[in-house]
């Protein structure tokens, strides 16, 4: 057998060893565009991750402002949003809710309703840690007997007597075991959609005789009602390095504690009025004409405030400083049952309950950031 030779036998030999390259292969990247990955990779890798102390103030950030956020805006916001809804094909949702509240009008002032499960959400641990706050046991309460708990001052937001009162992050319980404590607050607020359910659910009631009297009488024992004495005529005079409350005539809380046989125990917040800075506008001027006028409408003072900002500490916003707030609670003033007291035993256990408060300011005032020779002015 012979082969024919020649470059046409060569050819053919070579397509038959030759390797087949896919004409569809993508073709390789160029050397630059890997180089610029490989770059862009080394570059992220360096970028320094957040430490856990960064996480933890981001958390305690957040955690305070969605607090002032559902505070200063869920009413409103839920208001206008529901009436927004009536002029939409929504409006059911707007009527279905409108039944609900008028069904639903007195449980703010018969004990609320209390969700455990909000009050130990973890996020006010992180609320707790931001400014930090403090809560100080010095006498016990008995769980036989019901309190009515002086909270002083009022300040801006009320920031301790809801972290003490409501969160539970400080452990009022494990403190006063056996002791329920509820915190009141304006009863206007009830009456705005969304955000009364939000304040049920932590265990703020109305300011009201009758919510109050049924948590003395229909509530049985260890209940412990935490009352802002000042209101909202002491958050005008609330800026830091000044500690006035407004006590002198505020005599209703005695009434009540000497009607439902409950003892008053005076509480202080030291560093409430450390949180914000105020716009305070002079007596007689018509700026403070038109706050005071607001208060006598709608039963709070319109305060031009300001805090930090979210983003630095050096900007302004509505957050509030982190300042230390260290609440102390004092020891109880026993009070007897007297359905119908004359005004005269009213006024001594109105005096019997400044004097407590006053010693418990005067022995803690230096321990929690006070100079000795500050003084806490009643007026």
Same mark, same amino acid.
């Given at each position: 057998?012979?082969?024919?030779?020649?470059?046409?036998?060569?050819?053919?030999?070579?397509?038959?060893?030759?390797?087949?390259?896919?004409?569809?292969?993508?073709?390789?990247?160029?050397?630059?565009?890997?180089?610029?990955?490989?770059?862009?990779?080394?570059?992220?890798?360096?970028?320094?991750?957040?430490?856990?102390?960064?996480?933890?103030?981001?958390?305690?950030?957040?955690?305070?402002?969605?607090?002032?956020?559902?505070?200063?805006?869920?009413?409103?916001?839920?208001?206008?949003?529901?009436?927004? #809804? *009536?002029?939409?094909?929504?409006?059911?949702?707007?009527?279905?809710?409108?039944?609900?509240? !008028? #069904?639903?009008?007195?449980?703010?002032?018969?004990?609320?309703?209390?969700?455990?499960?909000?009050?130990?959400?973890?996020?006010?641990?992180?609320?707790?840690?931001?400014?930090?706050?403090?809560?100080?046991?010095?006498?016990?309460?008995?769980?036989?007997?019901?309190?009515?708990?002086?909270?002083?001052?009022?300040? !801006?937001?009320?920031?301790?007597?809801?972290?003490?009162?409501?969160?539970?992050?400080?452990?009022?319980?494990?403190?006063?075991?056996? !002791?329920?404590?509820?915190?009141?607050?304006?009863?206007?607020?009830?009456? #705005?959609?969304?955000?009364?359910?939000?304040?049920?659910?932590?265990?703020?009631?109305?300011?009201?005789?009758?919510?109050?009297?049924?948590?003395?009488?229909?509530?049985?024992?260890?209940?412990?009602?935490?009352?802002? !004495?000042g209101g909202a005529a002491e958050s005008l005079s609330c800026r830091p390095g000044v500690t006035t409350l407004i006590?002198?005539?505020?005599?209703?809380?005695?009434?009540?504690?000497?009607?439902?046989?409950?003892?008053?125990?005076?509480?202080?917040?030291?560093?409430?009025?450390?949180?914000?800075?105020?716009?305070?506008?002079?007596?007689?001027?018509?700026?403070?004409?038109?706050?005071?006028?607001?208060?006598?409408?709608?039963?709070?003072?319109p305060c031009v405030f300001y805090g930090r900002g979210v983003t630095s500490v050096h900007s302004r916003g509505l957050?509030?400083?982190?300042?230390?707030?260290?609440?102390?609670?004092?020891?109880?003033?026993? *009070?007897?049952?007297?359905?119908?007291?004359?005004?005269?035993?009213?006024?001594?256990?109105?005096?019997?309950?400044?004097?407590?408060?006053?010693?418990?300011?005067?022995?803690?005032?230096?321990?929690?950031?006070?100079?000795?020779?500050?003084?806490?002015?009643? *007026?």
């Amino acid at each position: 057998m012979t082969f024919s030779g020649g470059s046409g036998g060569e050819s053919h030999w070579q397509s038959m060893t030759a390797p087949q390259v896919p004409l569809d292969d993508p073709p390789c990247p160029p050397a630059g565009s890997r180089a610029s990955v490989q770059s862009a990779l080394r570059t992220l890798l360096a970028v320094p991750w957040p430490s856990q102390r960064d996480v933890r103030s981001w958390l305690q950030l957040l955690s305070v402002l969605q607090w002032v956020l559902s505070f200063l805006l869920l009413g409103p916001v839920s208001l206008l949003l529901l009436i927004y #809804l *009536v002029f939409t094909s929504f409006w059911p949702i707007s009527a279905l809710y409108l039944a609900w509240i !008028i #069904l639903d009008w007195d449980t703010p002032e018969r004990g609320g309703r209390r969700l455990l499960c909000l009050q130990r959400w973890p996020v006010w641990r992180h609320f707790r840690d931001y400014f930090p706050v403090k809560l100080v046991k010095t006498h016990d309460l008995s769980p036989s007997h019901n309190y009515i708990i002086g909270s002083h001052p009022h300040g !801006i937001l009320c920031v301790g007597a809801f972290c003490n009162f409501i969160t539970g992050s400080t452990g009022f319980r494990e403190m006063f075991p056996g !002791i329920q404590p509820f915190l009141t607050t304006l009863a206007g607020n009830f009456r #705005l959609p969304l955000f009364r359910e939000y304040l049920m659910s932590g265990g703020l009631c109305p300011v009201t005789r009758r919510a109050i009297g049924y948590l003395l009488s229909q509530n049985g024992t260890g209940n412990a009602v935490a009352i802002v !004495i000042g209101g909202a005529a002491e958050s005008l005079s609330c800026r830091p390095g000044v500690t006035t409350l407004i006590l002198k005539n505020r005599k209703g809380f005695v009434r009540m504690a000497l009607q439902y046989g409950a003892n008053l125990v005076p509480s202080f917040s030291f560093g409430e009025n450390d949180l914000f800075r105020q716009v305070v506008f002079e007596e007689g001027g018509w700026m403070r004409s038109i706050q005071l006028h607001f208060q006598k409408m709608l039963g709070f003072a319109p305060c031009v405030f300001y805090g930090r900002g979210v983003t630095s500490v050096h900007s302004r916003g509505l957050l509030p400083y982190a300042r230390p707030i260290t609440t102390v609670v004092g020891e109880p003033v026993t *009070v007897p049952k007297i359905e119908d007291p004359s005004q005269e035993t009213v006024d001594m256990y109105h005096e019997m309950y400044v004097r407590s408060l006053l010693k418990l300011f005067n022995e803690n005032k230096t321990k929690y950031g006070m100079a000795e020779t500050d003084e806490l002015h009643i *007026v």
